[in-house]
């Protein structure tokens, strides 16, 4: 099982870090991807990075912004987010897989956790 938290109210401008814990597996065998769904829009993929840590991508509307990072004893992965805007409100999700990427299949998801960046 895969849960996603961290989310919450922010001002734009402000930070957040959201956390991808698993449960039941190790986590640190998968690749891990986040991605987030606005309401009426369709789900985009933000950042994701590979199970050894050794790379990580990130879309262009986050590129500097968003940080994600891994942490295998914890069997946790992070997403830092600074400099938060009104259009990152979102709900956002981290998934897991054995490849990382956008379009690839992720083999658990989580539940999702809110994000509003308020102006």
């Known amino acids: 099982q895969l849960q996603a938290s961290g989310g919450g109210l922010v001002q734009a401008g402000g930070s957040l870090r959201l956390s991808c814990t698993a449960s039941g597996f190790t986590l640190d065998y998968y690749a891990v991807g986040w991605f987030r769904q606005a309401p009426g829009k369709a789900r985009e993929g933000m950042s994701y990075?590979?199970?050894?840590?050794?790379?990580?991508n990130y879309a262009d509307s986050v590129k500097g912004r968003f940080t994600i990072s891994r942490d295998d004893a914890q069997n946790a992965v992070y997403l830092q987010m600074n400099s938060l805007r009104p259009e990152d409100t979102a709900v956002y999700y981290c998934?897991?897989?054995?490849?990382?990427?956008?379009?690839?299949?992720?083999?658990?998801w989580g539940q999702g956790t809110l994000v509003t960046v308020s102006s």
């Open positions: 998934a897991a897989g054995p490849w990382a990427g956008w379009d690839v299949e992720y083999d658990y």
């Open positions: 990075i590979s199970s050894s840590g050794g790379s990580t």
